[in-house]
């Protein structure tokens, strides 16, 4: 048997552990990360290892060589440009195409029996078998579910958190069979998990899931990586540890010497050829790399420190990770998480704070207080992207540092010369944020138009209108007070899509944006007429005479937002509308700040409505995206009840058989009963609003509506009036023009013809940690339950058409929704605590 090695990755999230070298030459316990794989293999038998390289492959021939030092005989494969983790395989086909062999990752540590693994293997007749571990946070890795032989199912590759239906992570290790080669091609790029495992779950081959018990990390982050460390010293694998072993799992390497009076505290690792003076203390959890120096009195604490380190007197490191000949000063302090390059020195007297990280070759000055990354992100950040943009505590997480390389980050993504258009709501933090951002955005060559402060549905159509490669809008959170709310669009105006969110992301942490010389710096120059684009396009969107018969009297509540206020009122004087308006001048002190204060805004919108005899009354959010409506008897419309009789009033007010509504997968089945009287049919799709966009934005869907259940509608229109995204005033508009196709009938009506719906909804909060293991939990007895089971977001379970229960894991926060239907509202509350209930006690 063979084995296969990856080892062409970059470790980017391991930088700057990885700026002078590959990620499988990183050290765990004084050995390269790849040498611990090629051992273990070795003991397990496996003596002829190809070994994949790319990124930096030179470095790793250069320290391995044959392999003889190791007994085993090392092949290396170079690829030239990338071919992906299975077209890299490919390209070393002449040398595996005559025996089963295995795959193993150069840059994850573990201690899998083989041996165990290939007898799976081999027993069930797989063609492939991928190796699987339960992990906390399946996110990172690619989630398998299989039957209980160990048959795949279903496998997706780095789900995000509401598609999570399984802990069981792929591991990137493989058994396979030579005949995998038949499905690519030389020279082209495959991925395992995106590619070719498919393509095999797709034409039924045999591919089996093996559940390994062994140990098993993905050095992912710079985190993870001490983790493993940690794991390793406290015996949680069976790999071997450098130096001769001593009681408490303290080990020491030849040639080391340790003054009388240092105190040792294990686990701990101690290179061969270092020193610890008189005082000094060791450990727990340290790690002291060969030929590492440590003077007198000096505290050493879950570090870890690499080859030739000194540490003079009266240091203190705690929790962080010094790389090759780094030079640290007397009574220096280096905190937690905090990761110093190869060769810096930092003079005596400094601190360098938590998780700051110092790329190669720094000076740090005598007594200097370092809070600050130099050359490396401010931050380290499991997810830059949550929700619907980036979040944060206004000026303590989102500051205008941060924004401007949030800016830079971004025009990196689209390339310099892009334009961008860029708003921002009323709040003076938002201000200062939204320039930040611009200065960024500059700096790499990206020119703006600016709206200044404006309503989202304007930004976006200023986006298309302009044909600019995206768009930025800072405001204030609508949900979370104290919350600055940095949102980004495409060329079309919708959110960036996941993939494109992951690529700033990378950008931003490796800050790898491409700064631009003085006379390329971007421009920024007031967008021309936004609100003139805007009301041409609205208007064609809009059946006006219709409405300009009926002489409508309406009630605006506009929430404070002072840009709705300049978008409203010349589009409502064209259509011959009476209207009373409240709120209308800019007050960010007074912006509702969440679902309650919005609740008190409808309150006294529908006593307004009742007292003028209006027709109708509307609250359009400050976004300008999302409304709430009350009818002519002070009736307040919102939710499902508010989605539900936009529904009815579209399907009775467009061609039979040609309505075609989306809605999120939690809306209520009512909603599938109202289209079906005309004739029409409902789309449904994730709970995120991105993807009602872009089922909007598809031509070929044909939607004529699509809203949620926070008051969000979209009509698309037809090709000449395009308009793929939310927007509040429209919406309105539409609905006085459904009104009035029906000769002024009351919006009261079109709600008493809605069918009973009875909805509840429950939050829980569940960690991070066991949110994999809750949801693989949950999906499995639902298999083993009656009912339907939907995994189109998160776990639906469907009992009947109007009985049903979706559990949701929150995208943003340690937090899981559950959403039920029941033919009553006990029977809905009922679900919804059976859910909550069984969660409660998993994460108990």
């Not at 010369?417 to 709501?425: E, I, K």
């Not at 027709?615 to 409304?627: A, N, Q």
């Not at 809306?667 to 609003?689: C, F, H, M, Q």
């Not at 066991?770 to 083993?784: F, K, Y």
Request: hydrophobic share 40%; aromatic share 6%; with cysteine.
């Amino acid at each position: 048997m063979k084995a296969v090695v990856m080892a062409g990755g970059e470790g980017t999230r391991l930088r700057p552990l990885t700026s002078n070298r590959p990620k499988p030459l990183v050290p765990i316990l004084n050995k390269p990360i790849a040498q611990h794989i090629f051992e273990h293999l070795k003991r397990a038998g496996i003596n002829d290892i190809v070994v994949t390289l790319y990124y930096l492959g030179e470095e790793i021939q250069r320290y391995f060589g044959d392999g003889s030092d190791m007994d085993v005989n090392l092949i290396y494969s170079v690829e030239e440009t990338p071919l992906g983790t299975a077209g890299s395989v490919k390209q070393a086909e002449e040398h595996l195409n005559d025996s089963t062999f295995v795959i193993v990752s150069g840059d994850a540590l573990t201690d899998l029996d083989i041996e165990k693994a290939l007898a799976f293997h081999r027993a069930r007749g797989a063609e492939a078998t991928l190796v699987l571990k339960p992990v906390p946070n399946p996110v990172e890795f690619g989630v398998v579910m299989t039957e209980p032989d160990g048959r795949i199912i279903r496998f997706l590759e780095k789900p995000d958190k509401a598609q999570v239906f399984s802990d069981s992570a792929n591991t990137g290790m493989y058994i396979l069979e030579p005949s995998v080669f038949e499905l690519m091609e030389h020279g082209k790029n495959y991925d395992w998990s995106q590619d070719i495992f498919p393509r095999m779950l797709e034409e039924g081959r045999p591919l089996f899931g093996y559940n390994m018990e062994e140990y098993w990390c993905d050095v992912g982050s710079l985190e993870q990586y001490r983790q493993a460390q940690y794991e390793m010293l406290d015996g949680q694998t069976a790999l071997p540890i450098p130096g001769a072993s001593h009681p408490n799992r303290v080990f020491i390497g030849g040639g080391t010497e340790i003054h009388h009076t240092a105190k040792i505290i294990g686990p701990v690792a101690i290179g061969a050829d270092c020193r610890v003076g008189p005082g000094a203390v060791i450990g727990p959890d340290a790690v002291l790399g060969d030929g590492a120096i440590i003077e007198a009195n000096a505290k050493i604490e879950k570090a870890i420190l690499w080859r030739s380190a000194y540490v003079g007197t009266g240091a203190q490191l705690t929790a962080c990770t010094i790389c090759n000949h780094v030079h640290i000063g007397d009574g220096v302090k280096i905190e937690e998480s905090a990761v110093v390059g190869d060769k810096c020195s930092i003079e005596a007297g400094a601190t360098i704070r938590a998780r700051v990280k110092l790329w190669p070759d720094k000076l740090i000055e005598e007594r200097s207080v370092v809070t600050e990354s130099l050359v490396w992100g401010a931050k380290a950040y499991s997810n830059l992207f949550r929700g619907l943009g980036v979040p944060g505590i206004t000026n303590i997480e989102l500051t205008p540092d941060f924004a401007a390389k949030l800016g830079a980050s971004f025009g990196g993504f689209l390339k310099k010369g892009a334009t961008v258009v860029v708003s921002r709501d009323g709040h003076p933090a938002s201000r200062m944020l939204k320039r930040a951002l611009m200065a960024g955005l500059s700096s790499v060559g990206v020119s703006m138009l600016d709206v200044e402060e404006m309503a989202l549905p304007v930004l976006r159509n200023t986006v298309r209108s302009n044909r600019a490669k995206g768009g930025v809008h800072v405001r204030q959170d609508p949900d979370h007070a104290g919350r600055t709310l940095v949102e980004f669009f495409d060329e079309r105006g919708i959110y960036l899509t996941k993939n494109n969110e992951r690529k700033v992301e990378t950008i931003f942490f490796r800050e790898d944006y491409g700064r631009v010389l003085m006379d390329e710096v971007g421009t920024i120059n007031p967008a021309t007429r936004p609100l003139e684009q805007y009301t041409q396009l609205f208007l064609k969107q809009i059946a006006a005479k219709d409405i300009e018969r009926q002489e409508f009297t309406v009630v605006i509540d506009y929430a404070y937002g002072s840009s709705l206020a300049r978008v409203l009122p010349p589009i409502l004087g064209q259509l011959g509308c009476k209207v009373f308006v409240l709120n209308p001048y800019p007050d960010w002190k007074r912006f509702p700040k969440n679902a309650k204060d919005r609740e008190a805004l409808v309150g006294a919108l529908s006593q307004v409505v009742h007292q003028q005899k209006a027709d109708l009354g509307v609250m359009i959010h400050s976004d300008g995206e999302r409304l709430e409506l009350v009818d002519e008897k002070g009736n307040a419309l919102n939710r499902a009840r508010l989605l539900a009789t936009m529904a009815s009033m579209v399907a009775q007010t467009t061609r039979a058989g040609e309505c075609k509504i989306a809605v999120p997968i939690n809306a209520p089945s009512a909603l599938e009963r109202i289209l079906s009287r005309s004739g029409g049919t409902v789309v449904r799709t994730k709970t995120d609003p991105r993807f009602l966009m872009n089922v909007a934005s598809a031509s070929a869907e044909k939607i004529v509506m699509a809203g949620d259940l926070a008051g969000g509608f979209i009509f698309p229109g037809t090709e000449e009036a395009f308009h793929p995204t939310f927007d509040g005033l429209l919406a309105f508009v539409k609905t006085l023009e459904m009104m009035a196709l029906h000769q002024h009938r009351p919006l009261s009506s079109f709600v008493a013809e809605l069918p009973a719906m009875h909805l509840a909804s429950q939050t829980l909060p569940c960690p991070q940690s066991d949110n994999g293991r809750v949801m693989r939990i949950l999906t499995e007895e639902a298999q083993n339950a009656s009912g339907e089971l939907e995994l189109l977001d998160g776990i639906r379970v469907v009992e009947a058409p109007n009985a049903w229960s979706l559990v949701l894991p929150d995208p943003a926060e340690p937090l899981i929704h559950i959403h039920s239907e029941g033919i009553s509202a006990a029977d809905a509350n009922a679900r919804t605590q059976r859910y909550s209930d069984r969660i409660a006690e998993l994460v108990s």
